[in-house]
């Protein structure tokens, strides 16, 4: 357990549907990520937080996206009309950010399944 | 081409072997590298980081860098079944500190 929390852990939904993630990083840490994996490729970013601020957003992360950090703490990934190909996991990674060797720590992950 | 690249598997090595896991990088100024482990249906899980040249040694584990070559790699001696896993290589970057992983490697190890 790193101390970063998601939930859901799972999440089932059908095609068109809306869904939201949350997650919670490890108190201390200010710096806040979101990635996507599908099957057989490594994580890919979607977007960071530091603090309640979005600073940066992948190109992947359509308008169909939407991701908040309301008051620097937990931060909600949010999926509008979601379509076949959203099925992925979704992590969230969270670090202090204060040197080279300051590194990422991992949630569990939600697991989207789109039917 | 892809700005972090690992050596395709799956890879199979017999219990007690040593597995040798490989990773490029196209970005020259990345200065931190990661080897990260992931369970099926897991997160990942950080094994080591290094960002000198030359080797860093942990427990079983030792990773390698030479920035002049662009190359990163991941020894574990002794291999045991419970190393069975995919190798995620990771790269950080960008003004926030961004990971940038490569596909992974699937590492099988056999009794």
């Known amino acids: 357990d790193t101390g970063v929390s998601q939930n859901p852990r799972h999440k089932i939904t059908k095609r068109g549907q809306n869904v939201t993630f949350r997650c919670d990083p490890i108190?201390?840490?200010?710096?806040l990520y979101w990635y996507r994996q599908t099957l057989g490729q490594g994580p890919e970013f979607l977007t960071y937080?530091?603090?309640?601020?979005?600073?940066?957003k992948s190109r992947l992360l359509s308008d169909r996206f939407s991701a908040e950090r309301p008051k620097g703490s937990f931060s909600t990934l949010e999926i509008q009309r979601t379509e076949q190909g959203d099925s992925a996991m979704y992590l969230c990674?969270?670090?202090?950010?204060?040197?080279?060797?300051?590194?990422?720590?991992f949630g569990p992950g939600t697991r989207l399944t789109v039917l | 081409q892809k700005e972090v690249e690992q050596n395709s598997g799956p890879l199979s090595v017999p219990e007690g072997a040593i597995a040798s896991l490989n990773c490029t990088y196209s970005?020259?100024?990345?200065?931190?590298f990661f080897w990260y482990r992931q369970y099926s249906g897991k997160s990942p899980e950080l094994i080591m980081f290094?960002?000198?040249?030359g080797d860093k040694e942990d427990g079983r584990f030792t990773a390698q860098l030479n920035k002049a070559s662009q190359y990163v790699s991941l020894l574990i001696r002794d291999s045991q079944p419970s190393d069975s896993a995919t190798y995620l290589c990771a790269v950080k970057g960008g003004s926030y500190g961004k990971l940038t992983f490569g596909q992974g490697t699937i590492l099988t190890v056999h009794p």
């Open positions: 970005d020259r100024g990345s200065q931190s």
């Open positions: 290094i960002y000198s040249n």
């Open positions: 937080f530091q603090n309640e601020a979005q600073l940066e």
């Open positions: 108190s201390e840490h200010n710096r």
């Open positions: 990674a969270s670090w202090t950010g204060t040197g080279p060797t300051d590194t990422q720590y």
